[in-house]
């Protein structure tokens, strides 16, 4: 399998319920992120790792715990949702090619995980 | 802060139409500039970027120059087909310490046969 996958394509969940999105990226980079996508605004970064290290986190509030065991995996863990947490989590990679303090190639996505929190 | 501004839509044209999508960024530094399209149901695709002044990105028959005089990267194409229909977002990456991509809200784009 190439490019970047994510499971579940879709997962409906409780405000109680513990869950847990995967991303899995075949293409040899070294950074990979979790944007959320919501209807009306602009795509929002949430977490980015680079060479397993993380090195943003755009103030997302603590129900949301991102995991990257190696460079390939990226997880984000789910817990208490509420309502408003509803949206399209795209996980996303790309190869740092400047050696620098982040990633500066190009981002590829993967399909996403359709969230809804009832 | 760092922003970019592109038409929401939806926009709705007629097969073989002329194509422009307006973008215009806020950023510190010298971005790199990207154009990325949505299909239903999937994930966001690169469709174009380009990363200094003047160049043209293109790619599916879509271009679009990067305008730093005017801090703009419109999307252009000449003759848009039915399966054009999407959601086109316009970013950027400036690469100042915040390592991800800033995004426009979307422009759907509807063709009708």
């Known amino acids: 399998e190439t490019g970047v996958t994510q499971t579940p394509r879709h997962l409906v969940m409780g405000m109680t319920n513990k869950k847990s999105l995967k991303c899995e990226q075949h293409?040899?980079?070294?950074?990979m992120y979790w944007y959320k996508q919501s209807a009306k605004k602009p795509l929002e970064l949430m977490f980015v790792?680079?060479?397993?290290?993380?090195?943003e986190n755009n103030s997302v509030p603590s129900r949301f715990s991102p995991e990257c065991p190696n460079s390939s995996h990226l997880f984000l863990h789910l817990h208490t949702l509420q309502p408003e947490d509803s949206a399209l989590y795209l996980c996303?990679?790309?190869?740092?090619?400047?050696?620098?303090?982040?990633?500066?190639?190009?981002?590829?996505f993967g399909p996403g995980t359709r969230l809804t929190v009832l | 802060g760092n922003s970019v501004t592109q038409m929401e839509g939806p926009v709705t044209l007629s097969e073989e139409a002329f194509l422009t999508i307006n973008c215009t960024y806020t950023?510190?530094?010298?971005?790199?500039l990207f154009w990325y399209v949505q299909y239903p149901g999937e994930g966001l695709q690169l469709l174009l970027k380009?990363?200094?002044?003047?160049d043209k990105g293109s790619n599916k028959g879509f271009e679009a120059t990067y305008r730093k005089e005017t801090t703009s990267f419109h999307l252009e194409k000449g003759s848009v087909q039915v399966s054009d229909s999407a959601v086109y977002f316009c970013?950027?990456?400036?690469?100042?310490?915040?390592?991800?991509?800033?995004f426009g809200k979307g422009t759907h784009l509807i063709i009708q046969p």
């Open positions: 996303a990679s790309s190869q740092d090619l400047a050696g620098g303090p982040g990633p500066t190639d190009t981002q590829y």
């Open positions: 970013a950027f990456y400036s690469g100042g310490g915040a390592d991800g991509l800033t």
């Open positions: 293409l040899g980079h070294n950074a």
């Open positions: 950023a510190t530094g010298y971005p790199s």
């Open positions: 790792y680079n060479f397993k290290e993380q090195t």
């Open positions: 380009a990363t200094k002044a003047d």
